[in-house]
Structure formats: structure tokens, C-alpha cells
């Protein structure tokens, strides 16, 4: 059998618990004001979305790069510190958004997101690289 990305599959399960929470506030904030549906009016409805969304948006992709650079055979303390950066940048982001659209965590989570996601990428070249 072949080696499994263990440590992606960690930072995998615990983005998966970190996703739940966030659809349901989005679900008790749509119970509580009446809005089945898009966000209506209400600004903490859109942040609460937009927070949720964004996640939803970037972490699937960063897991993969994560995943693949991990099976190319990248140090597993490389993989270890960008998958907690990972973590970081994500919740910081999610809080920074939940509280201000201008948030400075908003930024520094998106900026920290971006950084690993392109970590990643090019540990995946290297790797591939000088396999060949």
C-alpha cells in the first residue's frame, strides 16, 4: 500500500470540523432574521456568508496542493508548518471578515493564505523537478 499524505489528512479532518460551525451560523443568523434567502439586508447575514464562502473557496484547493506536495515527497516539516500557517491564515481570516469587511485580519489571513498556497505550488515543482 502506498504511503498516505498523513499529515494533509490531519489538516484535511480539522478544516472539515472548522467548516461546520461556519455554515451553521450562517444557518442560526438566516433562522433569526427570516431570510432563507442571499443575505437581504442584513450586513452581519453578508459577512457571515462571505467569511463561510471565502473558506469554502480556498481551503479545497490549498488541501490538494498541501496533499501534493506532500506525496511528491516534500520534508514533513515543511508540510507540518505550512498546514498550520495554513490554519492560522484561515481562522484569522474568518474572524477578521466576521468582524469588519475592512479588517486588518481580513488581509493578513488572505495575504497568509495566498503565501502557502504558492509555497506549496512551488515545493510541488521542486519536488517534480528533481525527480525527474
Not at 489538516?11 to 443568523?29: D, E, H, K, N, Y
Not at 433562522?31 to 467569511?51: F, K, S, V
Not at 495554513?86 to 468582524?99: D, N, S
Request: net charge positive.
Amino acid at each position: 500500500m502506498e504511503q498516505l499524505p498523513q499529515i494533509a489528512l490531519i489538516v484535511t479532518a480539522v478544516f472539515v470540523l472548522m467548516s461546520i460551525p461556519m455554515a451553521i451560523a450562517v444557518g442560526v443568523r438566516r433562522a433569526r432574521t427570516g431570510i432563507l434567502l442571499l443575505h437581504g439586508e442584513d450586513e452581519g447575514l453578508l459577512r457571515l456568508m462571505r467569511a463561510h464562502g471565502n473558506f469554502i473557496e480556498y481551503v479545497p484547493l490549498a488541501l490538494l496542493a498541501l496533499a501534493g506536495a506532500e506525496i511528491a515527497g516534500t520534508a514533513p516539516w515543511l508540510i507540518a508548518v505550512c498546514g498550520g500557517v495554513l490554519l492560522l491564515a484561515r481562522l484569522i481570516h474568518y474572524f477578521g471578515l466576521r468582524a469588519s469587511a475592512e479588517s486588518k485580519g481580513r488581509a493578513i489571513g488572505a495575504a497568509l493564505t495566498t503565501l502557502t498556497m504558492m509555497v506549496l505550488a512551488f515545493t510541488i515543482l521542486w519536488q517534480l523537478g528533481t525527480a525527474a
